[in-house]
């Protein structure tokens, strides 16, 4: 799949949603907020979270291909000496994002490095890296808005590409689904429509082209669909929304096999 931003515009959104986080910390009167989206963390737990992983995330593109990350990068973000003190705190967070931004910039789009994820969907480049920072600073900020009491919508410039990212990068996987075939659909009300198919292959994403119905899938798979905003499909794959709120098609239990599976056991 292609991704809908090019490399300048993914640079561009690391930095505006970074900026949107910082101004929201900013604004907390109290960094021991607690998140409710992430209950065992505080405000201040979350920005040491984001901040950090920009860091390590730039030493991962630094590094180039590799089968892990940087000897000593993990060890270095667990160590990291974050200050409380406001007008540090907002030097040291934007310092974490000047460092991936150049990190990024220096390496290029195509170039190669270790990442979490599979290589099924979504490449081990730069590139990719920068897509998923775009996602994780987007939903953080939510997360930040949230522990105000001022949750928004995320912003519609990125949801489209989020929901795409999530499930290409975070879902994707050449692991057998232990259960019987199934085709979960995630229909947007923007328009666009991605199927994850669910077999003995593994995870596979496809977007669907305009106007394709449910009932077009192998009749032996089970099926669900879920429909919402791109936003609110983001929200709920991230567990920040119930499914619940959503309208949920078809059968309901498999998007609970689907929250439960564990590729890697």
Request: charged share 25%; hydrophobic share 45%.
């Amino acid at each position: 799949m292609q991704n809908t931003f090019d490399f300048t515009d993914l640079l561009r959104l690391i930095d505006e949603r970074s900026t949107a986080f910082r101004a929201v910390v900013a604004s907390a009167p109290d960094l021991d907020a607690q998140v409710p989206s992430c209950p065992e963390w505080k405000l201040f737990d979350l920005v040491r979270h984001l901040g950090g992983g920009d860091r390590f995330w730039a030493a991962i593109v630094a590094a180039g291909p590799a089968d892990g990350p940087p000897a000593g990068a993990a060890e270095a973000r667990a160590a990291l000496v974050v200050p409380r003190e406001r007008e540090a705190l907002a030097a040291w967070l934007d310092e974490s994002t000047r460092q991936l931004l150049d990190a990024l910039r220096e390496a290029g789009p195509d170039a190669g490095c270790w990442a979490w994820w599979e290589e099924v969907q979504s490449p081990l480049t730069a590139g990719t890296v920068a897509r998923h920072r775009v996602q994780e600073t987007t939903v953080h900020t939510y997360d930040a808005q949230l522990a105000l009491g001022e949750p928004q919508p995320l912003p519609e410039e990125v949801t489209l590409d989020g929901l795409e990212e999530f499930l290409t990068t975070c879902v994707a996987t050449a692991a057998a689904w232990p259960h019987k075939p199934a085709v979960l659909d995630f229909r947007t009300t923007e328009g666009p429509v991605w199927r994850l198919t669910l077999d003995g292959s593994g995870a596979r994403v496809t977007l669907l082209p305009a106007g394709a119905e449910a009932a077009d899938q192998d009749p032996a798979a089970a099926w669900a669909g879920l429909h919402g905003t791109a936003g609110e499909l983001v929200l709920a794959l991230y567990d920040r929304i119930p499914l619940d709120s959503l309208r949920v098609d078809g059968d309901a239990a498999l998007w609970d096999q689907l929250r439960d599976w564990d590729p890697t056991a």
